[in-house]
C-alpha cells in the first residue's frame, strides 16, 4: 500500500479503524471481539477463563530452561501461534490474560518467562518485586532474548495441536523487542509492536515480515522513534502500518482506565486490528 505522510497515514489509519468498529470494515466478530484485561481485571479474567492454560518448561538451547504460560483455543482443528513478549515488568498477571485472549481469538498462546533463571537462586519474574524485574529486564542480552523467544517457536510449533506459523506480539519493552525480532528472524510470518520504540534504521532492510505498529498519541518518547523507521521501511518496500490513537497513552492496553477514555477506546481500536493482522498473515478463523 502506498504512503503519504507519517500524519497523513496516521489519520487515514484512525478513520479505517473506527469505520471499521462501526461496521464497514472489519467483519461484525472482530468488530464485537471480547477485549483483554486491564491490569486490575487479570486476575478474575484467568479465573473464568474456560480455556486450558499451563505453565511449561522448555529448553531454548544448551539446557537453557525456559518457564512458559501457554493457553490453548478451543477449536477442533490446529491452531497459529502468537508469542506474547511482556513488559518490563515481565511476565506478569496481565501478561497472561493478554495470551489467554489472544487464545480466545483462535491462536496457541506461548508467553515465556524471559527473567527465567535471571533472579535471586536462578528464578523468575516470580522471584523478584517490580522494581526488580524492571531492573533484570534492562540488564538482558538481546541475542539471549532472542535465542529463547526462537525458543518459544519451536516449542510451541511442535505441539500437536499447532501449525507452523508463528507471530509475535510484544507491549512497552516487548514491543521494540517484537520489532527487533522482525530484523532477525526470517521465517516470522507478522510481528505487532505496541508502544514498543523503532529498531536502529540500518537494521530494517533485514525485516521479511509485516509489521504492525500500535501506539498511544500521548507518548512522544515512542513515537519520535516512529517516522525514522517508517521512511526507512517505506523506501526499502517493507510493510509498517502505523495506528497512532489520539489521547491515548504509553501502555494504554495495560491501563484501560486512563487519560479520561482515550486509552479505553485505543484499545477497543487496536486489540480487534491486532486480532485481524494475525488472522490475514499466520491463517486460523
Wanted: aromatic fraction near 8%.
Amino acid at each position: 500500500m502506498s504512503r503519504r505522510t507519517l500524519h497523513g497515514y496516521v489519520r487515514a489509519s484512525a478513520f479505517f479503524l473506527v469505520a471499521g468498529l462501526a461496521g464497514s470494515s472489519l467483519p461484525p466478530t472482530l468488530a464485537g471481539q471480547d477485549l483483554p484485561p486491564d491490569e486490575a481485571g487479570a486476575v478474575s479474567h484467568l479465573d473464568a477463563s474456560p480455556r486450558h492454560g499451563e505453565w511449561v518448561d522448555f529448553d531454548a538451547g544448551d539446557g537453557d530452561m525456559v518457564r512458559a504460560w501457554v493457553v490453548y483455543p478451543e477449536r477442533a482443528d490446529p491452531a497459529p501461534v502468537v508469542i506474547v513478549i511482556h513488559e518490563i515488568y515481565a511476565l506478569t498477571d496481565w501478561i497472561r490474560g493478554v495470551a489467554d485472549q489472544l487464545a480466545a481469538a483462535g491462536f496457541i498462546a506461548i508467553a515465556p518467562d524471559l527473567l527465567s533463571g535471571k533472579g535471586p537462586e536462578g528464578g523468575g519474574t516470580e522471584s523478584v518485586d517490580r522494581q526488580g524485574a524492571v531492573a533484570l529486564i534492562r540488564g538482558l542480552d538481546p541475542a539471549e532474548v532472542t535465542r529463547r523467544l526462537k525458543g518459544a517457536a519451536a516449542y510451541a510449533t511442535a505441539l500437536p495441536a499447532a501449525t507452523s506459523s508463528v507471530g509475535v506480539v510484544g507491549y512497552c519493552w516487548g514491543g521494540s523487542t517484537s520489532f527487533r525480532v522482525a530484523t532477525e528472524w526470517p521465517e516470522l510470518e507478522a510481528a505487532v509492536v505496541y508502544y514498543g520504540g523503532s529498531p536502529a534504521t540500518e537494521t530494517l532492510s533485514a525485516v521479511t515480515t509485516p509489521v504492525l505498529g500500535l501506539y498511544g498519541g500521548n507518548d512522544a518518547r515512542v513515537n519520535a522513534t516512529i517516522p525514522e523507521a517508517q521512511a526507512a521501511m517505506d523506501e526499502l518496500g517493507k510493510s509498517y502500518e502505523v495506528n497512532i490513537y489520539d489521547g491515548a497513552g504509553h501502555g494504554f492496553l495495560r491501563q484501560q482506565s486512563g487519560q479520561d477514555g482515550a486509552n479505553m477506546e485505543a484499545t477497543r481500536q487496536a486489540w480487534p486490528r491486532t486480532i485481524a493482522f494475525f488472522k490475514e498473515h499466520l491463517g486460523g478463523t
